[in-house]
């Protein structure tokens, strides 16, 4: 066992954007014992954006540059990359990432859609695909796919039936829910209407919920998402449980706007289907308010609560 298989690592995300305030402003409201944390991020960093209540160990990434609050740069890029690698080595029990700019890595030459495509390629192992899944309270969305392009979706009954089993063996182990129910968003307007508005659900989603059903995976038919979420939606705000345990989007937008729109702050962006979970907070860098000392950390509370549970 390493020395941090026990512990919570944080990264502070982007060193030009808002991930060491909220980090810093998170810990510092739940004042958790300094063996239960480890910050892997730069000293420099620490002190420019605030000061920690407790002297948690920080495993340093170097960063030489100088600290450009809001701007985008080659260099930031870099230090985010690498505090990414650093925590994946260090194995720890659970990882909270603050955020980073895709711009900036993409400056540094790493090529990345965004951290989960990091870290799936330092962690996966016999085939394991990270997967994201949003989380706020029992609202709950998993995406098919991930950053892509809308013309570059890609959707297979194979890729369907894997991404479901695979989430409902997470709720076993990880939520303790033996039979969750599955809502399937279908892919095209109105679920395509029968064909009439694309065939997606006849070829692909509807033999996939067949062959899931087999298996006794508890899901739906793909149905309508513009309708589909609105009871959550009423459930999450009067604080009533979602009538799914969980709702399958096929595409980023499709499930990551109603949850954002109820949840705000609260949802949490969760990297499962590797062997350590992952936890972000579901905005970005905010470089339009990064310096100010004005960043909501509710955020980075949520994603530390979330493996906190």
């Known amino acids: 066992m390493n020395s941090y298989s026990g512990k919570i690592a944080i990264t502070t995300g982007d060193p030009n954007g808002i991930g060491a305030e909220i980090t810093i402003k998170a810990l510092n409201k739940f004042d958790l014992p300094e063996d239960k944390i480890v910050l892997v991020s730069n000293k420099k960093i620490i002190d420019f954006y605030g000061r920690l209540k407790r002297n948690y160990e920080i495993v340093a990434v170097p960063y030489e540059d100088e600290i450009r609050a809001g701007k985008v740069t080659k260099e930031a890029g870099e230090f985010s990359f690498q505090a990414l690698k650093k925590v994946c080595e260090m194995k720890p029990k659970a990882i909270v990432t ?11 030459g790493h090529i990345f859609n965004g951290q ?23 609202f709950r969305v998993l995406l098919l796919t ?20 695979n989430l409902q063996k997470f ?23 029968d064909g009439i508005l694309g065939r997606e659900e006849i070829e692909i989603l509807i033999p996939a919920v067949k062959n ?22 009423r459930a999450f705000f009067n604080r009533q449980r979602c009538p799914y345990d ?10 990551l706007i109603p949850i954002k729109t109820v949840a705000g702050d609260e949802t949490v962006n969760m990297t499962i289907g590797l062997d350590i979970i ?31 549970r």
Do not use: W
């Not at 991930?146 to 089993?165: D, G, P, Q, S, Y």
């Not at 969750?180 to 095209?188: H, Q, R, V, W, Y």
């Not at 992952?278 to 493996?307: C, L, Q, W, Y």
């Open 246 to 255: 969980c709702y399958i989007a096929n595409y980023h937008d499709q499930g």
């Open 212 to 233: 899931l059903r087999a298996q006794e995976v508890n899901i739906t038919e793909p149905l309508p998402a513009d309708t589909l979420f609105v009871k959550a939606g």
């Open 278 to 308: 992952r936890t972000s907070p579901g905005h970005g860098t905010a470089f339009d308010i990064a310096g100010k000392n004005i960043a909501d950390e509710a955020g980075m509370i949520s994603a530390i609560k979330a493996v906190l």
């Open 116 to 138: 989960t495509e990091v870290l799936q390629k330092f962690l996966s192992h016999d085939g394991q695909l990270a997967k994201m899944l949003f989380v706020a309270r029992d």
């Open 146 to 165: 991930r950053h892509c392009a809308l013309k570059e979706i890609n959707i297979t009954k194979e890729l369907v039936e894997e991404k479901v089993l």
């Open 171 to 193: 709720f076993r182990t990880h939520f303790g829910i033996n039979n969750p129910k599955f809502a399937l968003c279908g892919f095209n307007p109105h679920s395509g209407e």
């Open 98 to 108: 603050a955020p980073v700019a895709k711009n900036a890595l993409h400056l540094a």
